[in-house]
C-alpha cells in the first residue's frame, strides 16, 4: 500500500521540482513566454500565475469543494493586497508584521461576512457575498481614509520590503515565493479538503438537506469552508502585492471574482490540481494573449479577425464557453477521461501474473 | 427644498434605469433560475449600436437619440434570443453551467466592444432640449431625467399589460410560478424562455441608449458597473416579480442619490449593500418574492 501511495504524490513533487529548477535553465519558448525562462520578465509572468494558481484553488473550496457560488472572493484577496500595501507603504511596517496584520484582518472580514450571508441561500448567497465586495471595491475607490490612493492604486514603498524581493535580478526570489505560496495552499487545501469536515463540504455540495436530516448543522461547517477559503486568498493577496509591487483597483471588482470562477472551471472545479491548473493557464493567457496580437500572423489578418483576436479576454470567454458546452469538468477531465477508462479497460485484460499462474 | 426635488428627480431617473435592467433579469431568473450575466453586456452592445448608427445618421438631434434608442433595443433584444436558443437552450437543466455560459458570453462581448471601439469613453448623442431644464417649486430638472423616468414608468406599464393580458404573459407567469407545471399541461414553455430572453435584451437594450443620454458617454463597461446593482434590486425586489423590481429600483435611486449628496460620495454605494444585507435577513425572498 506504501508504495502506491508514495506513486499518487510523484507527478505533483517532480512538477514542483521542475517549475523550482526552471529559474536556471535558459529554454526560450517563443511566443508564450516574453523571454528565456531565466530571465526576470519570464518569471515575473510565471510568478503571477502561480499567485493565481493558489487562488483559483482557494475558490474552488466555496465553489467545487463545498457547491457555495460566491461572487465576493475578490474582497479577501483585496484585503491582503491592500492592507500589506498600506502597512507597508504607509505606516513603514516590517514585512512580516505586515502580512500577519492582513492575514488577521482577511480573517476577521470572512468570518463576519462569512456569518451574515451563510444565513440564506443559492443565489441568494452569492448576491449578498457580491454586495459586500462591491461596498470593498466602493471603500477602496472612494478612500474615505486617504490609504489606499483611490482609483490611481497604491504603489509599494520598497524600504521595508527584505532586499531578497526587491530588483529585477532578484525576481526569481519572487517566482520561488509564489511558488512556495501555491505549494503551501495546495497543501492545505488537501488537508482540509481530506479531513472529516472536508466530507461534509461534500456532502453539502451534494444536498444540504441529507445532511441536515442526518443531524448535523450545515451552517458552521460552512462558515469553516467560507473562513479557510478567504484566509487562503488574503495570504495570496499578501504574496501578489509583493510579485507585482503595487495595489490596483482591478483586483476589488466583481469582474475579478468572476474571472476566477472562469479559472476554477476551466481548469476543473472539485479537482486540486484542476483549479490550481485553471489558474495558471487563465493568468498565462490572460498576460500573453495580447503580446500574440503583436506577432506578424496576426497583425496582417483583416481586421474582422484581428480584433477579436487581439482581446485575451474574447478569446478566454469564447474559449469558456465552449468549455462549459463540451468540457463540463474542464481540463481535469480530459485525464480523468482517460484514467476511467484505462480502469474500465483493466478488467477486460487479462493481468500478467494471471497469465502466469 | 429644490434640492431635495433635484435628487429626488436624479434618484427616480437612476431607479428607471435600473428598473430596465432589472425587469429583465427578474422575469429571466424567475422563469429560468439563470441569472444573466450578460445582461451588461447586451446593454453595453445595444448602447454601442445605437451610438454608432446614430453618429452616421444627419438628422437632428433628437430623432437620432430616438433611432439609437431603436437600433439598440432591437439588437440587444435579438442577441439575447441568439444566446438563448443557441447557448442556454443547449444546457437545460444545467443551471449553473447556465450562469457560467452567460459570464463568457458577457466577458467575450465586453472585450469585443473594446476591441472595435477602444475603451475611451463615447460621447452620446444628446438632443440640446433634454439637457435644458425647467423649474419646478424652485428647481432646475433637466428634462433628460423626466424623459428617463418617463421611459421607466411606459416599460413598466407594458410589461404589467404583457403579463397580465396577454396568453404569452400567462404562460410567464404560469411558468414563474411552476414551470414542471406548465410543461405537463402540454404547453412548450422554452418559446417562453426565447420570448423573455428577447424581451430582457429589448429593456437592457433601451437601458442602454438611455444610459448614455444619462450620463453623456458610453463606456464598454456601462453594463457590468449597472449591472450590479441590477441585480441588488432584483434580489431587494424579488425574484421573479416585476413590480417587486420597480418598488426596489426606486428604492434603490432615491437611497443612492440622497445619502451620496448628504452623507458623502460613495455613502450611498455603501447604503445600496446595506439595504440589501437587511432586507435579506429579514426577508429572504425579497419585498414581492414567494416565500423560498
Not at chain 2, 437600433?71 to 453551467?97: C, D, K, N, P
Not at chain 2, 432646475?140 to 421611459?151: M, Q, W, Y
Not at chain 2, 421573479?240 to 460620495?265: D, K, P, R
Request: with cysteine.
Amino acid at each position: 500500500m506504501r508504495i502506491p501511495r508514495l506513486l499518487g504524490w510523484a507527478p505533483g513533487v517532480v512538477v514542483v521540482v521542475l517549475l523550482a529548477l526552471l529559474p536556471w535553465s535558459a529554454l526560450d519558448v517563443p511566443g508564450v513566454l516574453p523571454g528565456p525562462l531565466d530571465s526576470p520578465g519570464t518569471l515575473q509572468v510565471l510568478a503571477v500565475c502561480l499567485v493565481f494558481a493558489g487562488l483559483a484553488l482557494s475558490y474552488d473550496v466555496l465553489f467545487g469543494f463545498t457547491g457555495l457560488l460566491s461572487f465576493g472572493h475578490a474582497l479577501y484577496f483585496a484585503v491582503g493586497v491592500y492592507v500589506t500595501a498600506i502597512a507597508l507603504t504607509r505606516w513603514h511596517w516590517a514585512l512580516l508584521p505586515s502580512a500577519g496584520l492582513a492575514l488577521g484582518c482577511g480573517l476577521v472580514v470572512a468570518a463576519l461576512v462569512g456569518a451574515v450571508s451563510l444565513r440564506v441561500r443559492g443565489i441568494a448567497f452569492a448576491m449578498v457575498t457580491l454586495a459586500f465586495a462591491q461596498a470593498g471595491s466602493v471603500l477602496v475607490v472612494q478612500d474615505p481614509l486617504a490609504v489606499t490612493g483611490g482609483e490611481q492604486g497604491l504603489g509599494l514603498d520598497v524600504g521595508k520590503v527584505p532586499d531578497a524581493f526587491i530588483g529585477v535580478l532578484n525576481t526569481r526570489n519572487l517566482y520561488w515565493l509564489a511558488l512556495a505560496l501555491a505549494v503551501v495552499v495546495f497543501l492545505v487545501v488537501r488537508l482540509v479538503t481530506t479531513s472529516p469536515a472536508g466530507h461534509v463540504w461534500a456532502a453539502i455540495r451534494e444536498n444540504e438537506q441529507r445532511v441536515t436530516v442526518l443531524g448535523l448543522r450545515s451552517y458552521p461547517f460552512k462558515l469553516i469552508a467560507f473562513v479557510v477559503a478567504s484566509t487562503l486568498a488574503t495570504l495570496c493577496g499578501v504574496v501578489y502585492v509583493l510579485v507585482v509591487g503595487g495595489a490596483s483597483v482591478g483586483v476589488t471588482t466583481a469582474d475579478f471574482t468572476l474571472s476566477l470562477l472562469v479559472m476554477v472551471v476551466l481548469g476543473g472545479s472539485g479537482v486540486r490540481w484542476g483549479a490550481m491548473l485553471g489558474g495558471f493557464v487563465y493568468m498565462l493567457l490572460d498576460q500573453r494573449l495580447g503580446s500574440l496580437a503583436g506577432v506578424g500572423g496576426v497583425a496582417a489578418l483583416p481586421g474582422v479577425l484581428r480584433v477579436p483576436l487581439s482581446q485575451p479576454l474574447f478569446l478566454l470567454g469564447v474559449l469558456f464557453v465552449l468549455v462549459v458546452m463540451f468540457l463540463p469538468g474542464g481540463l481535469a477531465s480530459l485525464v480523468r477521461i482517460r484514467r476511467t477508462r484505462r480502469a474500465r479497460d483493466l478488467p477486460r485484460r487479462p493481468l500478467p501474473e494471471a497469465e502466469g499462474v | 427644498m429644490s434640492t431635495v426635488l433635484v435628487l429626488a428627480v436624479t434618484g427616480l431617473g437612476l431607479g428607471a434605469l435600473y428598473f430596465l435592467i432589472a425587469s429583465g433579469l427578474s422575469l429571466i431568473f424567475g422563469l429560468m433560475h439563470v441569472l444573466n450575466f450578460a445582461h451588461g453586456a447586451l446593454l453595453a452592445v445595444g448602447a454601442y449600436l445605437g451610438w454608432w448608427v446614430a453618429s452616421h445618421l444627419d438628422v437632428a438631434a433628437g430623432l437620432r437619440l430616438l433611432v439609437a434608442a431603436a437600433v439598440g433595443a432591437v439588437t440587444a433584444a435579438a442577441l439575447a434570443a441568439l444566446l438563448e436558443l443557441g447557448l442556454v437552450r443547449r444546457l437545460y437543466q444545467r443551471e449553473i453551467a447556465q450562469v457560467l455560459v452567460t459570464v463568457g458570453v458577457g466577458l467575450a462581448l465586453v472585450a469585443l466592444l473594446q476591441g472595435i471601439w477602444g475603451s475611451d469613453p463615447k460621447t452620446y448623442p444628446v438632443p440640446h432640449w433634454m439637457v435644458e431644464t425647467t423649474t419646478v417649486g424652485g428647481a432646475a430638472i433637466p428634462h433628460g431625467r423626466l424623459v428617463t423616468i418617463a421611459v421607466g414608468l411606459v416599460v413598466l406599464g407594458l410589461f404589467v399589460l404583457f403579463l397580465r393580458r396577454t396568453r404569452f404573459g400567462l404562460v410567464v407567469r404560469a411558468g414563474v410560478e411552476n414551470r414542471a407545471m406548465v410543461t405537463a399541461l402540454g404547453i412548450d414553455v422554452r418559446r417562453a424562455f426565447t420570448l423573455v430572453f428577447a424581451l430582457g435584451g429589448a429593456a437592457a437594450g433601451l437601458a442602454g441608449a438611455l444610459a448614455g443620454a444619462y450620463f453623456g458617454s458610453v463606456t464598454p463597461q456601462l453594463g457590468s458597473s449597472l449591472l450590479i446593482y441590477a441585480f441588488i434590486v432584483v434580489v431587494i425586489g424579488g425574484l421573479g416579480s416585476v413590480t417587486g423590481s420597480a418598488i426596489a429600483a426606486v428604492l434603490v435611486g432615491l437611497l443612492q442619490q440622497f445619502t451620496n449628496y448628504y452623507a458623502a460620495s460613495g455613502i450611498g454605494d455603501l447604503s445600496v449593500v446595506l439595504l440589501l444585507a437587511v432586507v435579506l435577513l429579514v426577508r429572504p425572498q425579497g419585498l414581492l418574492g414567494r416565500p423560498v
